[in-house]
């Protein structure tokens, strides 16, 4: 069920239940894209500054960071709002970001940027508050070229930011583990994939430790009546653990972990129109 992706630039989120494997993987694909001549933007919606770690900051310069989301004067310059106010008629929806990237994100890499976004807290989730309409409109409307792609972590759950950011999205890529909890997020991630017609969706199945646990997925996916997408099996890896959290160099070491990512990666390049200059 491929469809073509005609959003402008290339946009991928990850979204599955907690602990399994998001900023792993997109801390992974980041360096791959790298790799391959793509600029990337890794953008962080989580509060506790994982992808930073998992990209190799280290955690003197990561504890530093400031997120978009509780830069005052910024929300307040962008969106005419101050943080933490209610919403009042005169909040900008659709504020212009165009400058987010070289004014706050912090270069890693000579294509590599990390753009912490911080989060929303999940009680004004769907509000319209004025970090929220920030975070959406960063999202949404950073104008990517070719050879430009945001890969964006967020936290557990499937509802991060409300529906409305994803909704531009060219790729979600549903992470889950064997075990039928994760499995119950990865089907309501997958359901609103589908909702909001998301052109390409992929299921990475990650912690795999045996042919059991592929088919206890296989089985739960053929029973949730849903029209399963693309299937990626990353086993467990030990490797990874020792690693961690700066995991990059997992990806000069070969195995079957590194191997599956590299699948992943080179499947869902064949999705990206535009090649990197
Ligand atoms: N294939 C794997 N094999 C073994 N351990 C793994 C594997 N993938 C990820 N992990 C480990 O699982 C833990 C959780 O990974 P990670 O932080 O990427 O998950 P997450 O989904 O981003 O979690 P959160 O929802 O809390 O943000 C980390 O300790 C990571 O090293
Ligand atoms: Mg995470």
Redesign the pocket.
């Given at each position: 069920m491929k469809k073509k992706t005609t959003e402008r630039g290339f946009r991928l989120a990850?979204a599955?239940?907690?602990?399994?494997?998001?900023?792993?993987?997109?801390?992974l694909l980041a360096e791959l894209f790298t790799r391959s001549g793509y600029r990337v933007l890794a953008a962080d919606e989580?509060p506790?500054l994982?992808l930073a770690l998992?990209l190799g900051v280290p955690l003197e310069e990561a504890e530093k960071i400031v997120p978009l989301s509780q830069n005052k004067s910024y929300v307040e310059e962008k969106t005419g709002a101050q943080p933490g106010s209610a919403w009042g008629g005169l909040l900008r929806l659709n504020p212009d970001v165009s400058d987010v990237v070289h004014r706050f994100a912090l270069q890693l890499k000579p294509n590599l940027y990390l753009l912490t976004m911080g989060s929303v807290d999940q009680a004004a989730t769907g509000c319209l508050c004025p970090e929220n309409s920030l975070l959406k409109a960063v999202m949404r409307f950073i104008v990517l070229k070719p050879g430009e792609v945001i890969l964006v972590?967020?936290?557990?759950g499937p509802e991060h930011f409300g529906r409305g950011v994803l909704k531009g999205f060219s790729l979600l890529l549903v992470?889950t583990e064997p075990s039928s909890t994760a499995l119950q997020v990865a089907k309501k991630s997958i359901t609103l994939g589908l909702e909001l017609d998301i052109p390409n969706l992929k299921l990475v199945v990650?912690?795999?430790r045996d042919k059991e646990d592929q088919n206890r997925v296989k089985a739960f996916m053929e029973g949730s009546g849903l029209d399963i997408p693309a299937t990626y099996f990353?086993?467990?890896?030990?490797d990874?653990?020792v690693?961690?959290?700066a995991?990059g160099s997992i990806l000069s070491k070969g195995g079957k972990?590194t191997n599956a990512v590299q699948k992943l990666f080179s499947d869902i390049k064949m999705l990206i129109p535009e090649k990197p200059l």
């Open positions: 990850v599955g239940k907690g602990g399994v494997g998001k900023t792993t993987l997109i801390a989580d506790q994982n998992s972590d967020t936290q557990a992470v990650n912690k795999v990353l086993p467990y890896s030990h990874l653990l690693l961690e959290p995991v972990f």
